[in-house]
């Protein structure tokens, strides 16, 4: 089955239109659905044209402590020669709509939808709209936690299509997890995953661990328990959860439920 991903596209609602929605922000999680991703709510940042950007976490007390994440949409033509300004920051790029034109290194490489890119600290790069049509991707971006003796990762440049998920044990196929880089190798200190759930698929019980998470829903709908919330999530929505909170979800259908993933992995708590 062929991917599917959403993408926001602004515009602005009616005023005939309810002003109630899904959004919930919690001490242990937030939900910020698709439809509060409008025209008055994007970003813009320096040294990229004609772009424009929906921040959908950032550090901040009381919320995400480790990451932040956009989702750019950048028009034809529009792009950036000096995109990262923090030589200290890895980065991860998921195209979900269009085709981005990215250099690592002087080398050019094309990301169309499914596209994943890691960039390690201090990497060259630069990416570019040289399509007609609008271009839409995910920009996760972490404080690289080096330790002695290991060196930095190395760039990473694939299609979701050439990764075979890693179907979860006892699940009869029904969740899996396709991973861009190898949970052992300990140069990386944060994994972006994709993970699927076919219709009926469950988390069958309740996950609670040490890593943060920031989850965009791909495809499809769910019921999501946060906390000790049931809240109901569609393609377009964008959840976080905070260390510990306690989470499982149960896919009904009537297609597949799948949602990009972060989570920071293989370093020692920060003790001061």
Known sequence: ??????????????????????AVFTDAYAVIPKGTMRDIVTS?????????????????????????????????GGGSDRPELDEGAE???FVVEGSASLTVDGKLHTLTEGGYAFLPPATDWTLHNTTD????????RKAYEPVE????????????????????PDTEGRWATTRFV???????????????????GVIPFLETHVM???????????????????????AGDYMWLRAFCPQACYAGGPGRFRYLLYKDVNRHMKLR
């Open 133 to 140: 049509e609008m271009l839409r991707f995910h920009w996760i």
């Open 182 to 200: 190898e949970p052992t190798d300990l140069r990386h200190d944060m994994h972006v995953n994709i993970v699927t759930f076919e219709a009926g």
């Open 44 to 76: 813009f940042l320096p040294f990229w044209g004609d772009t424009r950007l929906w921040v959908i976490a950032r550090p901040l007390s009381g919320f995400a402590e480790t990451f932040s994440q956009y989702i750019m949409e950048v028009s034809p």
């Open 1 to 22: 089955m062929s991917p599917k991903y959403y993408a926001p596209t602004g515009g602005h609602p009616g005023q005939d239109q309810l002003l109630t929605d899904r």
């Open 212 to 234: 943060e998470h920031g989850l965009y829903v791909l495809e499809g709908k769910a019921a999501y328990r946060l906390n000790s919330d049931w809240v109901e999530v569609e």
């Open 91 to 93: 980065g991860v790029l």
């Open 149 to 168: 003796g290991l060196p930095y990762p190395e760039v990473i440049i694939t299609n979701e299509q050439d990764v075979a998920p890693n179907v979860m």
